[in-house]
């Protein structure tokens, strides 16, 4: 079985000020984990993803993600956040071929002026 | 751009009407999803097909069913909607052939049921 869990379902942050939406996981064998974003009304926006290699991954917008197996983490990061970097934020788990993905409940990122 | 559309966007129904959803690709991926998402709820799978083999997820309703007739479409059919099944569906695809396959998923259609 595998399992994520987005401890914070809101997360408030000044304009240009970092960012970090947290992750941690549960997983058989080798995770490969993703983030997405989704705005209102929209579809999922993949961000980055973790397979294997090197434990800082960089995605679209400016967008990284830190891959830590000790602590089974992968917590989304952002050096100066933008106001309309404010939406959704999901982590998924999957493995093998990530046919099957397991999502975690989502933190709602708002960035203020 | 290669993308993933899903038709409508925007779908009404009514309580035990039978309702089609749509869903098409131009990114030529062998695996198409089918989500449904509550309230900006974690997506919830019902099923996928790999080319034309299809994998129901344990819990999805018999109320749901699905078709894919090429590569390119998939549908979602659920043939008695009742209110619970008001949500955003969304669609989405993959390359299989390796490990970590990235998921693109559609912009979404949102049901609504009266």
């Known amino acids: 079985a595998q399992s994520v869990a987005q401890p914070e379902d809101q997360v408030n942050v000044a304009e240009g000020n970092p960012l970090t939406v947290k992750c941690t996981y549960s997983?058989?064998?080798?995770?490969?984990l993703f983030w997405y974003v989704q705005y209102p009304n929209r579809g999922l926006q993949f961000l980055l993803k973790?397979?294997?290699?090197?434990?800082l991954v960089k995605g679209s917008y400016g967008f990284e993600a830190e891959f830590n197996k000790s602590q089974t983490s992968f917590h989304l990061k952002k050096p100066s956040a933008l106001v309309s970097d404010s939406a959704l934020y999901f982590c998924?788990?999957?493995?093998?071929?990530?046919?099957?993905?397991?999502f975690g409940s989502g933190t709602q990122l708002t960035v203020l002026p | 751009d290669a993308m993933v559309i899903q038709n409508p966007r925007y779908q009404v129904t009514q309580f035990g009407k039978p309702v089609t959803l749509s869903c098409s690709q131009t990114?030529?991926?062998?695996?198409m999803y089918w989500y449904q998402q509550k309230s900006s709820q974690a997506p919830k799978l019902l099923f996928h097909?790999?080319?034309?083999?299809?994998?129901n997820e344990a819990d999805t309703p018999d109320n749901f069913q699905s078709r894919r007739p090429n590569t390119s479409f998939c549908f979602l059919d659920i043939r008695s909607p009742g209110l619970g099944d008001a949500a955003m569906y969304l669609c989405?695809?993959?390359?299989?052939?390796?490990?970590?396959?990235?998921?693109?998923f559609g912009p979404g259609t949102r049901l609504t049921v009266l």
């Open positions: 998924a788990v999957g493995s093998g071929s990530a046919r099957q993905l397991t």
């Open positions: 990114l030529n991926h062998n695996v």
């Open positions: 997983v058989s064998g080798n995770p490969y």
């Open positions: 097909y790999y080319d034309k083999d299809f994998n």
């Open positions: 989405a695809t993959s390359r299989e052939g390796g490990r970590g396959n990235t998921q693109y």
């Open positions: 973790y397979i294997t290699g090197d434990n």
